[in-house]
């Protein structure tokens, strides 16, 4: 078996089907503001939960193939989020009046109030907020000290502060499944993750657990050419994450088990799927889907506003809001990903290579 890959060992289909998932959620959130209630699109979380997979996969390669020290290693997940994620949230902190007013102004659903609601406790309480919002710990402070934390100010951040949990104990899982005599270390870790899952929501990565536990094993089984123990690793954490998320977890493990299959093939009918998800146009849209799901928000609200100044509604109004979400969209993603996300990765990635450097040198 050949898997397509770019430059690092990415596979790009699933580049491709990373670029995809973005659009996903902006069409998602799109339909949820103008009160469209399009099937499957409306449950825009669920390419969330692709992307947590992927992650999974991702990670667990990484640290597989670079063994480097946790110091190097964070260095660059720290890069890879930070910078970025950093001027989003404050754009989105100085905008939080215009959030207000457009959320008013759009039709009222109940997710648009739930929106408005979190803006309001955003606002009543801004410091607290930016105190949990800044180190991405808002997945880790529980409903009951600060409501809602991890959906103000920047709600699709929450799966942000997500990954960087994952991020600091993805080391310690693929150093405990090295070895047999290290795994009950491991259950018993993720035993008290899934115990406290109900006091936090679903950014705390005791309550997307097992969606992560899958992407590493088919990672493992990936890397061991299809080891059945990998395999069916990676089918019962599938499973325990439909019982921990429900039925409709289903289609995005379904869609990443497809898509890898389609990319580990040289042939069959698959094939044409990972040609078309590893395309240039694709693979692009998954370059720039960091961006693309961390900025889309501020054109659909802010288009929004825009409008009810003007007292532009009806058809004119949604063609405006989608229009300008669409393309502004991925304008401001293109920019921001040039600008500020790439270079810092470079930046991440320069200083990390630094550090193994002179780790290598103390050793």
């Given at each position: 078996m050949?898997?397509a890959?770019?430059?690092?060992?990415?596979?790009?289909p699933?580049e491709?089907?990373?670029g995809?998932?973005?659009?996903?959620?902006v069409l998602?959130?799109?339909s949820?503001?103008m009160?469209?209630?399009?099937p499957?699109?409306?449950?825009?979380?669920?390419?969330?939960?692709?992307f947590?997979v992927?992650s999974?996969?991702?990670?667990a390669g990484?640290i597989?193939r670079r063994?480097?020290p946790?110091?190097?290693?964070?260095?660059?997940?720290?890069?890879?989020?930070?910078?970025?994620?950093?001027v989003?949230l404050?754009?989105?902190a100085?905008?939080?009046?215009?959030?207000?007013f457009?959320?008013?102004?759009l039709?009222?659903?109940a997710?648009n109030a739930?929106?408005?609601?979190?803006v309001?406790?955003?606002?009543?309480d801004l410091p607290?907020?930016?105190?949990?919002?800044?180190?991405?710990a808002?997945?880790?402070v529980?409903?009951h000290?600060l409501?809602?934390a991890?959906f103000?100010?920047?709600?699709?951040?929450?799966?942000?502060?997500?990954e960087?949990?994952?991020?600091?104990?993805a080391p310690?899982a693929?150093?405990a499944l090295?070895?047999?005599?290290?795994?009950?270390?491991?259950?018993?870790?993720?035993?008290?993750?899934l115990?406290?899952g109900?006091?936090?929501?679903?950014?705390?990565i005791?309550?997307?657990l097992?969606?992560?536990?899958a992407?590493?094993?088919?990672?493992?089984?990936?890397a061991?050419?299809g080891?059945?123990?990998?395999?069916?690793?990676t089918?019962?954490?599938a499973?325990c994450?439909?019982?921990?998320d429900g039925v409709?977890?289903?289609?995005p493990l379904a869609?990443?088990?497809?898509?890898?299959?389609?990319?580990?093939?040289?042939?069959?009918p698959?094939?044409?799927?990972?040609?078309?998800?590893?395309?240039r146009?694709?693979?692009?849209?998954?370059?720039?889907?960091?961006?693309?799901?961390?900025?889309h928000?501020?054109?659909?609200?802010?288009?929004a506003?825009?409008?009810?100044?003007?007292?532009?509604?009806g058809w004119g109004?949604?063609?405006?809001?989608?229009l300008a979400t669409?393309?502004?969209?991925?304008?401001?993603?293109?920019?921001t990903y040039?600008?500020?996300?790439?270079?810092?990765?470079d930046?991440?990635?320069?200083l990390?290579?630094?550090?193994?450097?002179?780790?290598?040198?103390?050793?």
């Amino acid at each position: 078996m050949s898997v397509a890959r770019a430059p690092h060992s990415k596979i790009l289909p699933l580049e491709g089907l990373r670029g995809v998932m973005a659009w996903w959620v902006v069409l998602g959130h799109l339909s949820l503001a103008m009160g469209w209630n399009l099937p499957v699109i409306d449950r825009n979380g669920l390419a969330v939960d692709v992307f947590i997979v992927l992650s999974g996969f991702v990670i667990a390669g990484l640290i597989d193939r670079r063994n480097e020290p946790f110091a190097p290693y964070i260095t660059r997940r720290i890069f890879r989020l930070a910078p970025l994620y950093l001027v989003v949230l404050l754009v989105s902190a100085a905008l939080l009046p215009v959030q207000l007013f457009a959320w008013e102004t759009l039709p009222d659903t109940a997710r648009n109030a739930g929106r408005v609601e979190l803006v309001r406790l955003a606002l009543d309480d801004l410091p607290a907020h930016l105190a949990v919002h800044l180190p991405l710990a808002q997945g880790v402070v529980p409903n009951h000290v600060l409501p809602q934390a991890a959906f103000t100010i920047l709600g699709q951040a929450w799966s942000i502060s997500l990954e960087m949990q994952f991020y600091l104990i993805a080391p310690l899982a693929m150093w405990a499944l090295r070895r047999w005599d290290r795994l009950a270390l491991l259950l018993t870790i993720c035993v008290v993750l899934l115990a406290l899952g109900p006091q936090f929501g679903s950014a705390f990565i005791g309550n997307k657990l097992f969606l992560f536990a899958a992407g590493i094993f088919a990672a493992k089984a990936s890397a061991q050419s299809g080891d059945l123990r990998w395999v069916a690793a990676t089918v019962l954490a599938a499973g325990c994450a439909v019982w921990q998320d429900g039925v409709w977890t289903i289609l995005p493990l379904a869609m990443i088990a497809i898509v890898l299959i389609a990319a580990l093939s040289d042939r069959g009918p698959l094939r044409p799927l990972a040609q078309l998800l590893g395309s240039r146009a694709l693979v692009h849209q998954g370059e720039i889907s960091y961006s693309t799901y961390l900025v889309h928000m501020i054109p659909l609200y802010g288009t929004a506003a825009v409008c009810a100044a003007l007292g532009i509604d009806g058809w004119g109004k949604a063609a405006a809001i989608t229009l300008a979400t669409l393309g502004g969209t991925y304008l401001i993603a293109l920019a921001t990903y040039r600008w500020i996300e790439q270079p810092a990765r470079d930046w991440g990635t320069a200083l990390a290579r630094r550090m193994q450097a002179s780790h290598s040198t103390a050793v």
